[in-house]
Nanobody, 125 residues
Framework: QVQLVESGGGLVQAGASLRLSCAASDIISMIRTMAWFRQVPGKEREFVATISQGSTETKYGDAVKGRFTISRDNAKNTVDLQMNNLRPEDTAVYYC??????????????????WGQGTQVTVSS
């Protein structure tokens, strides 16, 4: 069973930056597409960003394009999300996810097999 553990969440003011990190327990994670999603209570989980196995391709949700950057370090089994110019509407629980494969970049949560427990990000105005 793959374990994904997120860290780096917290409370910040609008305009600030945060860096989330996801540590994978299994080296297999590093040959799979990885992604970040977020969710607020009462709403569906929203796609944030995804990155291919070799970091050659990335995709971003429209709400975060130009502000967030996803990256990975396969040697360390980690996937990070750098979040700049945070807005109150970015407030959510952020989840790390591992896909079923490494050659496609799903933007729907159905394309992901394993999930972390989530880390809370709160942005005050």
């Amino acid at each position: 069973q793959v374990q994904l553990v997120e860290s780096g969440g917290g409370l910040v003011q609008a305009g600030a930056s945060l860096r989330l990190s996801c540590a994978a327990s299994d080296i297999i994670s590093m040959i799979r597409t990885m992604a970040w999603f977020r969710q607020v209570p009462g709403k569906e989980r929203e796609f944030v960003a995804t990155i291919s196995q070799g970091s050659t391709e990335t995709k971003y949700g429209d709400a975060v394009k130009g502000r967030f950057t996803i990256s990975r370090d396969n040697a360390k089994n980690t996937v990070d999300l750098q979040m700049n110019n945070l807005r109150p509407e970015d407030t959510a629980v952020y989840y790390c996810a591992q896909s079923f494969g490494g050659n496609v970049l799903p933007t729907d949560q159905g394309g992901y097999e394993y999930w972390g427990q989530g880390t809370q990000v709160t942005v005050s105005s």
